[in-house]
């Protein structure tokens, strides 16, 4: 029992000549493992990619010269260096991020021992195994069309691997194959998703953090954060309002407040405490629902500002929302938020913190808020003279800035003068503090898109946006946009920038003039209405929405047991209209059954039909004992057609041998004398 080692260092058996595959069947499956795993190495550890290219670069090349595979003792040494690889980069094998580099390195070291069919075989079943750890990343609609493609040519390579056609039709036939069962599995598909109980939360949402870096707004600001947002194409959120949808002036996406200044970065250095924030006064109120992508932070974006707070979220004293847990999936919240408002008098403490000044302010700056100081009669006038200042002054609003160096906001106020919002909202609040305002930055969205198609607005990447707060005795927090006092003439064109409108915050884009601009502009519309619908009916399809689903169609009263009971007679039925359909198919589109049918409908036609009970050699007999002079035309074809019909295998060759003779045969009805 014991006798044969764990790993043998000799030479392998060789495998039955049938279960070899052949080169044609080796290559395809290692594309289609390459194709498969193209998709998860965006999530990967570099060096995890690295050794999963040289590991398919050894296979193809293992392909062309079957020599050159590595032996069994040298698998053994890639496998231990995989596995050390996977921990290294990863510090763990478990895990979200541990488990999908571990299980992708397995997988790719097993195309290095493809030596019987089956080997192919389990290569094509966990294939499905990696397609699932590619959901639990992501799961957009392109990813999921692309994975169904990846699945539909993996069954398509097990109906090869396990067929015996001929060369010339064989990946034909396969093809065929995988269609009809995707055919069939569509039904029952449909019956699963919409019958089968619903978990509290889907596989992709389990609380699995791949600890990826995600694109989008971060609690803290230096000079090119948000810049490099502009050119981003990636989906924020999507919007969807109860009523009207705000003005543009209005459309203030609230996210983290930042308070700290170290003379180039702007930071929360600490989470407001969730105690109610009051507000005076409230006006303009506005009922939405956001539908935010995962961003592995805890806060929520909201119109400025929120009056609540989502059941899972609290709202801070700053008025930002948070999160009790990291997004890591998408999330559904509704929002009510007040365009006008008024807030309480700030605290003491910030107050305090909304002054802090950083060690390398320069004297020119100390200099130039002196002068403002001079001429205002009170802090609103204040803002009012910076405002003016950027506006009067050689300011250009670009995506590209220039390099800043060891003190940013002395080097854009005073040589430079060219920067994006966090430019303006940083060198805005630092004076004002120097004035002697409480100031604070505000990172977030502005704007939106809407979409006609389906009735969402969509807030982009592109659109994020820093803004400042200053507190003004009387009116509580205010919001300034220094971005809006630019001259609309000092825009650099050559980010592809555009301006919203005569005061409003300068915004980039292609010019929409173009018509260029305007495909993109629809594709992207079409595009974003379609992953809308996915969304809302796939990926967020809960058991709220499954029991509104089966109410509507009449079956709200099944519970538990009644709605499993309505599923198995579903899919038993649909089961049965399959194998029916199947039964029928073989019948109809079996070529040797399509022969023999010509052959006994022609016979027929002359009076000598065939009898239920009489199988094609009984036929046969009786027909030469009838007619004797179709002897020779019957035998030849019988001789063809039942070895064919009833032998181990069909052949292909047989099928057109008894094509030739049904195209000579053409019995007629005997004619006797009257």
């Known amino acids: 029992m014991f006798n044969k080692p764990l790993i043998s260092f000799t030479k392998e058996k060789l495998p039955a000549p049938a ?21 998860l190495l965006p999530y990967l550890h570099w060096q995890i990619n690295v050794f999963l290219l040289l590991l398919l670069t050894v296979r193809l090349i293992g392909w062309h010269w079957p020599h050159t595979l590595p032996k069994t003792w040298l698998r053994v040494l890639l496998t231990l260096t995989g596995v050390a690889n996977c921990f290294y980069a990863n510090h763990t094998l478990v895990g979200l991020d541990g488990g999908a580099a571990l299980f992708s390195t397995m997988f790719a070291l097993k195309l290095l021992e493809l030596n019987t069919k089956r080997d192919l075989r389990l290569v094509a079943i966990l294939i499905g195994f990696l397609i699932v750890i590619q959901f639990l990343f992501d799961q957009a609609l392109s990813r999921a069309i692309y994975l169904s493609v990846m699945v539909f040519f993996a069954v398509a390579l097990l109906a090869d691997l396990n067929s015996d056609l001929g060369d010339h039709n064989r990946w034909r036939g396969a093809l065929r194959i995988a269609s009809n069962l995707a055919l069939q599995a569509l039904p029952l598909t449909l019956i699963l998703f919409v019958l089968f109980p619903r978990l509290t939360a889907p596989l992709w949402n389990l609380g699995l953090d791949s600890g990826q870096a995600m694109t989008g707004i971060s609690d803290s600001m230096e000079p090119g954060a948000i810049s490099d947002l502009a050119v981003s194409g990636e989906l924020a959120f999507r919007v969807r309002f109860t009523g009207a949808p705000p003005p543009a002036s209005q459309r203030y996406w609230r996210g983290p407040v930042l308070w700290e200044m170290d003379g180039r970065r702007w930071s929360a250095a600490q989470i407001a405490a969730p105690v109610p924030a009051r507000l005076e006064t409230v006006a303009d109120v506005i009922d939405y629902e956001i539908v935010l992508e995962p961003t592995q932070q805890k806060w929520l974006f909201a119109l400025d500002v929120p009056l609540n707070a989502p059941a899972d979220a609290v709202r801070n004293a700053d008025l930002q929302l948070l999160s009790k847990q990291p997004l890591t999936a998408l999330k559904r919240y509704s929002v009510r938020s007040a365009l006008t408002y008024q807030t309480a008098p700030a605290t ?33 006038a204040l803002v009012q003279e910076a405002l003016a200042f950027f506006h009067r002054e050689s300011f250009y609003y670009t995506l590209q800035p220039p390099r800043l160096g060891a003190n940013p906001t002395d080097a854009f106020l005073f040589e430079t003068k060219q920067g994006f919002c966090e430019h303006y909202a940083s060198a805005f609040a630092l004076l004002m503090r120097i004035g002697g305002v409480p100031a604070r930055v505000v990172l977030g969205y502005l704007g939106g898109e809407p979409n006609r198609l389906s009735g969402h607005w969509s807030v982009w990447q592109s659109d994020a946006h820093a803004w400042t707060e200053v507190f003004i005795d009387g009116r509580g927090w205010v919001r300034v946009d220094p971005t809006a006092a630019i001259d609309p003439t000092r825009i650099d064109n050559s980010g592809a920038t555009r301006l919203l409108g005569a005061g409003q915050s300068v915004r980039f884009n292609l010019d929409q003039a173009s018509i260029l601009a305007q495909l993109a502009r629809n594709f992207r519309l079409f595009g974003d209405t379609v992953n809308a619908a996915w969304q809302n009916w796939v990926l967020d399809f809960s058991a709220a929405d499954q029991l509104a689903l089966l109410d509507q169609l009449g079956f709200g009263a099944l519970r538990e047991y009644g709605l499993a009971v309505l599923m198995i007679i579903a899919v038993s039925l649909t089961l049965g209209v399959i194998m029916l359909a199947l039964v029928r198919e073989r019948v109809k589109y079996d070529p040797l059954e399509q022969c023999y049918r010509q052959f006994c409908q022609r016979l027929a036609r002359i009076g000598l039909a065939r009898q239920h009970h009489e199988g094609p050699q009984h036929f046969g007999q009786r027909i030469i004992k009838q007619r004797p002079d179709l002897m020779v035309a019957v035998k030849r074809f019988l001789a063809v057609y039942i070895p064919a019909r009833f032998g181990v295998q069909a052949d292909d060759d047989a099928v057109n041998q008894l094509k030739t003779l049904l195209r000579r045969f053409h019995p007629r009805r005997r004619r006797f004398p009257k």
């Open 19 to 39: 279960e070899v595959p052949d080169a044609a069947q080796v290559l395809a499956v290692t594309l289609l493992v390459s194709a498969t795993t193209a998709p």
């Open 348 to 380: 003491a403490t910030q107050r305090s913190r909304a002054l802090q000044l950083p060690r390398n302010l320069t004297p020119r700056m100390r200099e130039l808020v002196t002068d403002w100081r001079s001429r205002a009669v009170d802090d609103w």
